[in-house]
């Protein structure tokens, strides 16, 4: 069984991705700024405390934690934050506020987990299709498909930075999935992929991609770009 670390877990993809590790038996740390909806699950091999990816101080709760782990084996960068708003009425403190939590928030738990890490272990972050250079582009996502696009180029320099070392180090550029988080964005709008169909596969690609894959962008759409 795995020590799993999940961010973005009180909603959508990441809710469903604790319930399905736990069932399979495996450890979870289950991070979000919300952590009421996976304690209310009393799941009994899942962890979780309020976590903010935006705030430096809180990445010290995970540090403390991790003292109770071994090691760490899947690290998934799961959490995001959208905004859609057309550019010009977008404030540099919104602009700045996506990219805290897509981008730096990212880079911080990559870093504070990769200690911990086996050297066989697999750390994977969730992006989208919008952050995939040629694919369709829409209005008012300049600062979510921005930061998207740039996580996937942190994951291509850190599996080249620790490819002796590992962990491997892979990226998904996911589509439209029916998730509370689109719903707010885009209201109205019905994505063809559920949130539980789309952590099954992020569940099977976390355990078994990093064997065959390393530094890649796996693009998970059923509609071409």
Same mark, same amino acid.
């Given at each position: 069984?795995?020590?799993?670390?999940?961010?973005?877990?009180?909603?959508?993809?990441?809710?469903?991705?604790?319930?399905?590790?736990?069932?399979?038996?495996?450890?979870?740390?289950?991070?979000?700024?919300?952590?009421?909806?996976?304690?209310?699950?009393?799941?009994?091999?899942?962890?979780?405390?309020?976590?903010?990816?935006?705030?430096?101080?809180?990445?010290?709760?995970?540090?403390?934690?991790?003292?109770?782990?071994?090691?760490?084996?899947?690290?998934?960068?799961?959490?995001?934050?959208?905004?859609?708003?057309?550019?010009?009425?977008?404030?540099?403190?919104?602009?700045?506020?996506? @990219?805290?939590?897509?981008?730096?928030?990212?880079?911080?738990?990559?870093?504070?987990?990769?200690?911990?890490?086996?050297?066989?272990?697999?750390?994977?972050?969730?992006?989208?299709?919008?952050?995939?250079?040629?694919?369709?582009?829409?209005?008012?996502?300049?600062?979510?498909?921005?930061?998207?696009?740039?996580?996937?180029?942190?994951?291509?320099?850190?599996?080249?930075?620790?490819?002796?070392?590992?962990?491997?180090?892979?990226?998904?550029?996911?589509?439209?999935?029916?998730?509370?988080?689109?719903?707010?964005?885009?209201?109205?709008?019905?994505?063809?992929?559920?949130?539980?169909?789309?952590?099954? @596969?992020?569940?099977?690609?976390?355990?078994?991609?990093?064997?065959? @894959?390393?530094?890649?962008?796996?693009?998970?759409?059923?509609?071409?770009?």
């Amino acid at each position: 069984m795995a020590n799993i670390i999940i961010t973005g877990t009180s909603r959508g993809i990441g809710f469903e991705l604790v319930q399905l590790f736990a069932k399979e038996g495996h450890q979870v740390l289950a991070l979000s700024r919300n952590e009421k909806p996976i304690s209310d699950l009393n799941l009994p091999n899942v962890d979780t405390f309020p976590f903010d990816l935006a705030n430096p101080q809180d990445f010290g709760k995970v540090t403390d934690f991790l003292k109770q782990w071994d090691s760490v084996d899947v690290l998934i960068n799961n959490a995001g934050s959208l905004l859609n708003k057309p550019f010009l009425e977008t404030s540099p403190s919104e602009f700045e506020s996506v @990219y805290k939590v897509n981008v730096f928030g990212v880079s911080e738990m990559t870093r504070t987990v990769l200690p911990k890490m086996v050297k066989n272990g697999h750390v994977l972050t969730i992006s989208s299709m919008g952050g995939v250079q040629g694919s369709v582009k829409f209005p008012g996502l300049s600062a979510y498909s921005s930061s998207k696009g740039a996580v996937i180029t942190l994951t291509e320099l850190w599996a080249e930075e620790f490819k002796e070392t590992g962990p491997s180090f892979n990226v998904l550029a996911l589509g439209a999935v029916q998730t509370e988080m689109l719903a707010e964005a885009f209201p109205g709008y019905k994505a063809p992929v559920t949130a539980l169909q789309m952590a099954n @596969y992020i569940k099977d690609f976390s355990l078994t991609g990093h064997k065959l @894959y390393n530094g890649k962008l796996m693009q998970v759409s059923n509609s071409t770009p």
